[in-house]
């Protein structure tokens, strides 16, 4: 399949856990707390959905959509500029330590802008436009660029909860659709440069770069639209979540990788001949 689902078969059946994949998450006390509720508002969310519950949705379902689309050379020659330092953006499991059950090696990179409660002013301030396109999305929780090396291969996984929903935005995609995918249920999707794509991560999903180039897209989590009750305990939920020992723990790692990320950029200007 490429681009988006353009005929949804319908929703599918939502499975609240992948089997024999670890879960991404740790028994902290405030942790705990936090998921011995997050099945009751899932099943809940599914429920008052304003937009159904399939695994792809149809680009027609977000107006905003296609004006992202419209923009995305803006992002991608931001993207060039940031790949300069390709080799000393983090690995995802670096900065999110709960990555560490689906991906421990360095083919996955990363370059965040915001992620639940923390902006990084100077990465959004290397990449504007970047960020004004993407502030254009209702209820954006998260925006980076997500970066598969060549060969990497991410296993099955479920993400932490159907309240958000995904887009990627093909910026870097190598034209090599039998080598590059996405698994979503039951559906192969293939990125393109300038499309958009966007799924619910909460369904099981795999992705793959068998390429011997590097693939890229704009990976941005938003809110799922809700109907009344769940639109508040969906709120409510994400504002205690922000709390949980690895959101804190991931802006922690964040904050230390900027800092020397550009300290080391300004030690680079300072060198130059004048």
């Given at each position: 399949?490429?681009g988006v689902n353009?005929?949804?078969?319908?929703?599918?059946k939502?499975a609240?856990g992948?089997?024999g994949?670890?879960p991404?998450?740790?028994?902290?006390l405030?942790t705990?707390a936090?998921m011995?509720v997050?099945?009751?508002v899932?099943r809940?969310n599914l429920?008052?959905?304003k937009?159904?519950?399939p695994?792809?949705?149809?680009l027609?379902t977000?107006a905003w959509?296609?004006?992202i689309e419209?923009e995305w050379a803006?992002?991608?020659?931001e993207?060039?500029?940031?790949?300069?330092r390709?080799?000393?953006?983090?690995?995802?499991?670096?900065?999110?330590?709960d990555?560490a059950?689906i991906s421990?090696d360095?083919?996955?990179?990363t370059?965040?802008?915001?992620g639940?409660?923390?902006?990084?002013?100077?990465?959004t301030?290397?990449c504007p436009?970047?960020w004004?396109?993407v502030?254009?999305?209702p209820?954006?929780?998260?925006?980076?660029?997500?970066i598969?090396e060549?060969?990497?291969?991410l296993?099955a996984?479920?993400g932490?909860?159907?309240?958000?929903?995904?887009l990627?935005?093909?910026?870097?995609v190598p034209?090599?659709?039998?080598k590059?995918?996405?698994r979503v249920?039951?559906?192969?999707c293939h990125?393109q440069?300038g499309?958009?794509?966007?799924f619910?991560?909460?369904?099981?999903?795999?992705a793959?770069?068998?390429?011997?180039?590097t693939?890229?897209?704009?990976?941005?989590?938003?809110?799922?639209?809700?109907r009344?009750?769940a639109?508040l305990?969906?709120?409510?939920?994400?504002s205690v979540?922000?709390?949980?020992?690895?959101?804190r723990?991931g802006a922690?790692n964040?904050?230390?990788w900027?800092?020397?990320?550009?300290a080391?950029?300004?030690?680079l200007r300072n060198?130059?001949?004048?």
């Amino acid at each position: 399949m490429d681009g988006v689902n353009t005929n949804p078969s319908g929703d599918a059946k939502q499975a609240f856990g992948t089997e024999g994949i670890k879960p991404m998450g740790r028994p902290s006390l405030t942790t705990r707390a936090v998921m011995s509720v997050v099945a009751w508002v899932e099943r809940m969310n599914l429920r008052c959905s304003k937009v159904g519950n399939p695994p792809v949705y149809d680009l027609a379902t977000f107006a905003w959509a296609h004006e992202i689309e419209r923009e995305w050379a803006l992002i991608r020659t931001e993207l060039d500029h940031v790949l300069v330092r390709k080799q000393d953006l983090p690995s995802f499991h670096d900065i999110s330590t709960d990555v560490a059950t689906i991906s421990t090696d360095a083919g996955w990179k990363t370059f965040f802008l915001t992620g639940y409660g923390h902006t990084s002013a100077n990465n959004t301030a290397l990449c504007p436009e970047t960020w004004r396109i993407v502030q254009k999305i209702p209820g954006l929780r998260t925006a980076m660029f997500s970066i598969f090396e060549p060969g990497k291969h991410l296993p099955a996984h479920r993400g932490p909860y159907n309240g958000v929903l995904r887009l990627h935005l093909g910026l870097k995609v190598p034209p090599y659709p039998d080598k590059i995918a996405i698994r979503v249920d039951k559906q192969i999707c293939h990125w393109q440069e300038g499309r958009a794509l966007i799924f619910d991560d909460a369904f099981e999903h795999e992705a793959w770069n068998h390429s011997d180039e590097t693939r890229v897209v704009l990976f941005v989590d938003f809110d799922k639209p809700l109907r009344f009750p769940a639109v508040l305990f969906h709120k409510l939920l994400l504002s205690v979540a922000i709390f949980t020992p690895f959101i804190r723990e991931g802006a922690e790692n964040h904050t230390a990788w900027e800092k020397k990320f550009y300290a080391e950029a300004e030690a680079l200007r300072n060198a130059q001949p004048r």
